[in-house]
């Protein structure tokens, strides 16, 4: 997807080992605007480690196709970002494959959202899904992105829990 916004073109691509800084800066930019929004404090430290592990996440699994990221890019800024990590799970009555993907790090820089950066980048990521033959798609929505979501057709799921441990 390039399509004009004002004097530059805004670019929908994959990304590449060379955006993992950018990502995991995104990444790390969600957590803060979640917490902050929870009034949940934030540690800078634990926010330095989770962007660290997460850029080694996707050098790895960049590497072995079991992750995809996208961007937005105007110019040479990328504005927006997100991912799917595909990993083997149970076949179920209405899917035998044993792929699925978890959709995450959707974030859009603040000046740059209300433009359906985020939308696009999800409608990307789930017609990658589509064309690999993954039927399943997973995501665990903020307050701020359930919206967007549903708008796309995600559904929740009502018998899924978490134990954190």
């Given at each position: ?88 799970y149970v076949?179920?009555?209405?899917d035998l ?12 820089e603040k ?55």
């Open positions: 997807m390039n399509k004009p916004n004002g004097n530059r073109e805004v670019c929908l691509r994959v990304a590449t080992p060379d955006d993992i800084p950018v990502l995991s800066k995104h990444h790390r930019m969600m957590f803060e605007e979640i917490w902050e929004r929870k009034d949940i404090p934030t540690d800078p430290s634990g926010l330095a480690s989770l962007e660290k592990e997460y850029a080694k996440k996707l050098t790895n699994e960049f590497k072995s196709g079991t992750c995809i990221s996208w961007v937005i890019q105007i110019g040479d800024k990328i504005v927006s970002s997100g991912a799917i990590s595909i990993v083997s076949p179920v009555p209405h494959s044993l792929r699925v993907a978890f959709l995450h790090s959707i974030y859009t000046e740059y959202r209300h433009q359906y950066y985020a939308r696009d980048i999800t409608q990307e990521a789930a017609n990658y899904c589509r064309s690999q033959g993954i039927k399943r798609l997973y995501l665990f929505a903020s307050d701020a992105g359930r919206p967007l979501y549903e708008n796309i057709g995600f559904e929740p799921v009502p018998n899924m829990m978490l134990l954190l441990q």
